[in-house]
């Protein structure tokens, strides 16, 4: 569990967040849902010790000698050494975990497997479609063993089919691993099948913290209230594709 406690972080231009109190559990996934600007990236930067921090206002439990280390972070912008070949990176990420390797051979094939990346095992992130890039990077993360998983804005830049296959690679690694998974998004829509806890934050300050119904039409009004969606959303339920 990841444990927020009366947190604020309030900037010159006074937006930040304000007041958080969170308990992230890791046997869920959650949806943290927003606008842009509205809070989210100064959460998980706050509980990646990315700023500084009061102690006891950000806990990390998931077990017996867990830390913030155990916490996975994948990026919403292709941050990866577009020269590196995506094993390469693989092996550097899992050094700088210091996983062994033993532990490392043995997981980069079961990811490669897992994630349909052996053919492009040679290739250049540059050589890469996003798609297939967003896989290379999250083969280094699942590499080293994450307890717990902050994906943020995973599915930006990324055709329909390539949203749904991916969202589907998180569904799969939560139900198999049982590890935690939060995910931020400002389109509801786009993870109602996907999770089962969901928090709402508009203007730094957490508006709805509890468990997702996809039926739940006073969720959806609260959602309408505080998000924007004047752009059209895509019911990702009602699509059915065809999987290569």
């Known amino acids: ?41 100064t959460t998980i930067k706050a509980i990646l010790n990315q700023f500084k921090v009061n102690p006891g206002q950000i806990e990390v439990d998931f077990g ?6 155990d916490i996975a972070f994948f ?7 577009k020269d590196f ?32 990346l052996d053919s492009y095992r040679k290739n250049k992130f540059k050589e890469l ?23 943020d804005e995973p599915t930006a830049n990324l055709d329909v089919e390539s949203k749904v296959m991916f969202l589907d690679l998180i569904k799969k690694i939560y139900n198999d691993l ?5 995910i931020t998004s400002h389109n509801l829509d786009e993870l109602e099948n996907l999770i089962n806890h969901v928090i709402f934050i508009n203007d730094g300050e957490i508006k709805f913290d509890g468990s997702f119904n996809k039926e739940d039409s006073k969720l959806y009004s609260m959602y309408k209230q505080y998000i924007n969606t004047n752009s059209t959303s895509i019911k990702f339920d009602k699509i059915n594709l065809r999987r290569k």
């Open 1 to 41: 569990m990841i444990k927020i406690n009366d947190l604020s972080i309030i900037f010159k231009n006074q937006k930040g967040i304000r007041n958080i109190n969170l308990a992230i559990a890791n046997n869920k996934i959650t949806g943290f849902i927003g606008n842009n600007g509205a809070g989210k990236t």
């Open 64 to 69: 017996e000698n867990s830390n913030i280390s």
């Open 75 to 81: 990026p919403d912008q292709n941050n990866f050494p």
């Open 85 to 116: 070949n995506i094993v390469e990176f693989a092996q550097y990420s899992a050094s700088l975990k210091f996983i062994s390797k033993e532990v490392y051979s043995k997981n980069i094939e079961e990811w490669l497997d897992i994630l349909q």
């Open 129 to 151: 479609s996003s798609g297939l890039q967003k896989r290379a990077l999250l083969l280094s993360i699942m590499v080293c063993e994450p307890k717990f998983v902050i994906f």
């Open 178 to 182: 049982k590890i935690g998974v939060l």
